[in-house]
T-cell receptor
């Protein structure tokens, strides 16, 4: 069973709308949680990194939240643009090796 | 700053053939990762190096996959012999260290098709 579960699997929204992607994890002991954006045919690009003590982190129109007690994270995208169409991958690292455990991703499509 | 370089970008081979992928991490990055990403799935770690030592290769199919990072800089991943299920994108990533706040940077990947 994957230790990082993401939902929804795919999402279609209209340009300019907001959306929220979810990530639940069972990885323990927790080290950090990252959100990556992966365009088709490209490698993942980091959006945010959060450690245990951080519960929110913003990067432009992207805001990630972390609830380490419930082991949940969300990525909120504001005022979506066509270029936001991509897969968004939640990655959780565990102590002590801090190896990254990847979710399967949410495929976001932004339509005009 | 130059990113993580991978080659080739694409490779098509027949099953039972051998193939090798190359990765040159960002200069100064001690930690190097190889991932396998099957279409529609998230990347799966194959092997993690810290300098030229292996930190984690628990998910590497060692009967057919091998990887090395002899001088602690660039790395090669080899598959011998390839199977149809090895068709995937092979991603290389590097980071300064495996610290909790340290960015990991990914290359564009090598797309392998086994026919």
């Amino acid at each position: 069973k994957n230790q990082v579960e993401q939902s929804p699997q795919s999402l279609i929204i209209l340009e300019g709308k907001n959306c929220t992607l979810q990530c639940n994890y069972t990885v323990s002991p927790f080290s950090n949680l990252r959100w990556y954006k992966q365009d088709t045919g490209r490698g993942p690009v980091s959006l945010t990194i959060m450690t245990f003590s951080e519960n929110t982190k913003s990067n432009g129109r992207y805001t990630a939240t972390l609830d380490a007690d419930t082991k949940q994270s969300s990525l909120h995208i504001t005022a979506s643009q066509l270029s936001d169409s991509a897969s968004y991958i939640c990655v959780v690292s565990a102590m002590p090796r801090r190896d990254m455990r990847f979710g399967a991703g949410t495929r976001l499509t932004v339509k005009p | 700053e130059a990113g993580v370089a991978q080659s080739p970008r694409y490779k098509i081979i027949e099953k039972r053939q051998s193939v090798a992928f190359w990765c040159n991490p960002i200069s100064g990055h001690a930690t190097l990762y190889w991932y396998q990403q099957i279409l529609g799935q998230g990347p799966k770690l194959l092997i993690q190096f810290q300098n030229n030592g292996v930190v984690d290769d628990s998910q590497l199919p060692k009967d057919r996959f091998s990887a090395e990072r002899l001088k602690g800089v660039d790395s090669t991943l080899k598959i011998q012999p390839a199977k149809l299920e090895d068709s995937a994108v092979y991603l290389c990533a590097s980071s300064l260290d495996p610290g909790p706040k340290t960015e990991a940077f990914f290359g564009q990947g090598t797309r392998l098709t086994v026919v």
